[in-house]
């Protein structure tokens, strides 16, 4: 079984993936966390080089705000889609709509505090469009359009079952799985579908534990 490891950078969780001979990365985290992030990898033994390709799962500041910096210490390629890489390579620090009372608060707040996110922009290397084989970069998986908290959000698919999802699904708090921010609700549930489809298992989120993919069909259960 392919080996992830946890790197929490700031409020999110990231994903390192080890392929047959390096690895990649599911997002960057938070921001100012380049110095964390290098430190984690000392820990690990890990050489920032061995690390090829950083995915991002979409644009947000606690999801790119490391980017840069993670970029430069590994040379790795970066992947998004062009939706988000608008976003990305601009700077452009977009706070996402609540779909809950407390989501929308938290929404009213961060607008109006959205200066302090402000993060170094970064191009992609690799604009994903459809279905993206990881072959390349040894491992067994795939990155796929998994649209709903945002038009160009994407999620990593691995061959075992397990899912890195970014924010398409949550576990914080505990058993609460619909994101608190979404820019279109409904097009959530068409890519819950779409991760039970792919034969998803494991669910691995950026906010909260990993949870059974079991909790995602109770909630299209309940939307019924």
């Known amino acids: 079984m392919v080996d992830i490891t ?11 993936i080890k392929g047959r001979n390096g690895y990649i990365l599911v997002d960057a985290g938070s921001l100012y966390k380049g110095k964390k992030f290098l430190k984690k990898l ?6 920032p080089q061995d690390i090829s390709l950083i995915i991002i799962t979409h644009g947000h500041y606690d999801h790119v705000g490391s980017l840069a910096s993670i970029k430069r210490a590994t040379q790795a390629k970066v992947a998004m889609t062009p939706f988000e890489n608008k976003i990305v390579a601009q700077g452009k620090v977009v706070i996402p709509k609540g779909t809950n009372v407390m989501g929308q608060i938290v929404s009213i707040l961060g607008k109006v505090f959205s200066f302090l996110f ?6 992609a290397d690799y604009l994903i469009t459809e279905e993206f084989p990881l072959d390349d970069f040894n491992i067994e998986g795939k990155i796929v359009l998994t649209p709903g908290h945002t038009e160009g959000s994407l999620s990593v698919i691995l061959d075992d079952g397990r899912a890195m999802v970014g924010d398409l699904a949550m576990n914080k708090p505990i058993g609460n799985i619909f994101p608190l921010f979404a820019d ?41």
């Open 6 to 16: 946890l790197l929490t950078l700031g409020i999110t969780n990231c994903y390192l």
């Open 42 to 47: 000392r820990m690990l033994d890990i050489n």
């Open 118 to 123: 402000k993060f170094e922009q970064v191009a």
């Open 184 to 224: 279109f609700p409904n097009q959530i549930y068409s890519s819950w579908d779409k991760l039970i489809e792919w034969g998803v298992e494991k669910v691995y989120p950026a906010h909260g534990a990993v949870f059974s993919i079991d909790l995602i069909k109770e909630g299209l259960d309940r939307r019924k």
